[in-house]
């Protein structure tokens, strides 16, 4: 009998493994999902700050609706203008193999939805896990339109940490009592900064600290000793943001939808842009406790919204709910607002959690300032367009370039379609002329030249990019985002970028993997990618303030061989100038 068994099992393993591999290989590759939204862009009336503004959204929601996919699954959005701006949204983050036509950055790879019109964004997730978001991306209506994209391993795939019990996006943005188009409207006449905001938000609440806000302060429930799973986005238009929880520590596991290897914290730093994930283990007594962020403000002296927005973490536990609504939440302490050396150690936590595969050789070595800028006041203009630092123009540039948009054809349109006059291919790979970057800037080299200047990228190029701060009029830490692909940050540093001395310091090992990087004030960052995605990919400073200015360029990436490595034809409904 024995013998027999002993035949038997082997045989009926071999039968099931050949049945099962049999419906394998049948059923689809995976079980990808296509979800269809429909965003109806709209004015909607939001009262914060004891103000009433006419405000504009996606579906009358502020923020906008959360979309939650899973790596792998499409994306088709139907946007709908019914505002009376030209508007685009842009899937932040979303690296768009092959589709850059639903990038959304306006004038680079689409004109923009007029209003009354609509354009359906058309995409797939490859290989992407964990945090980014959407957000308008024409003038400054990102200020209220914007939401958190969530995306979610594949089904039958699992995080790379424990299950968390419950998952919460927090969105921090940005409130002007104002409508944000006028703000930029008014700085773009007198070519002054323009005004600050009146207050930072957390899913669109501005918390306790603010008048006539405190009875829709956030709540973000928990139960003692679960582990929850936070998803951080600065969607703030002009502001580094710290954050913190009173008396949790916070494990970081991932950011800008890569993963991280995990390491544990009180405090976050977050560029505009950036998005962070992170556990947090309720372990701490029954009670209430503020989630806090205020500015990380780098440029010195330069006016920004000092304040601090607030979320309530409440224990659910039941003796709490009689008791914790009496007594005040805990507040953390916050770094201070400059307080370089916070956000410095933040960011030089971030590891990937192995070894990754970066480029060694490169092909495209790039040396790019990044910074303001001057403009003397142009003849015959009046004094009342001329109101920045002692009768100038503010603006802002890369290698001096100052960036302008096209308004005819967007950048790709013309790429592909070969349409001359509309940009020109010469952003120069080096700095025109050579200077102290971050040392005291001479008068004359203040003053940047406009132009709407792209860097060719061959397909398959390895690319390096040396990003310069400069203290041109003042240093600051700018967040520096690239649409269309993932970067390896190597190093970061104060100072000059020095090959000779700070090549050594590149980690190849396991560096971080991000869309947007903040290079230090006053100093440098280096980072690396493969151009393996062809388009027009815009990379700009996130403070829409600098982008405003022109603090901006854009990679032109060719095909390379084969459908695979061709950039897909535009779609039907592509709006046109
Ligand atoms: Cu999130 Cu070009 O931006």
Redesign the pocket.
Known sequence: MDSFRNIVNPLCTFLFLGIFLHFASSMPRTNAKTHNHDFVIQATPVKRLCKTHNTITVNGMYPGPTLEVNNGDTLVVKVTNKARYNVTI?W??VRQMRTAWAD??EFVTQCPIRPGNTYTYRFTIQGQEGTL?W?A?SSWL?ATVYGALIIRPRPGDSYPFPKPKRETPLLLGEWWDANPIDVVRQATRTGAAPNVSNAYIINGQPGDLYNCSKKDTIIVPVNSGETNLLRIINSALNQQLFFKIANHKLTVVGADASYLKPFTTSVLMLG??QTTDVLITADQPTAKYYIAARAYASAQGAPFDNTTTTAILEYETAPCLAKCTSTKPVMPSLPTFNDTATATAFTKSLRSPRKVDVPTEIDENLFITVGLGLKNCPRGASRRNCQGPNGTRFAASMNNVSFVLPSKFSLLQAHQQRIPGVFTSDLPPNPPRKFDYTGNVSRLLRQPARGTRVYKLKYGSRVQIVLQGTSIFTAENHPI?L?GYDFYILAEGFGNFNPNRDTAKFNLIDPPLRN?ASVPVGGWTVIRFVADNPGVW?M?C?LDVH?TWGLATAFLVENGVGELQTLEPPPADLPLC
């Open positions: 842009h932040h983050g959304g950055p978001w957000h991306h990102r505009p842009g985002h649409h947007t815009l700009h996130h982008i």
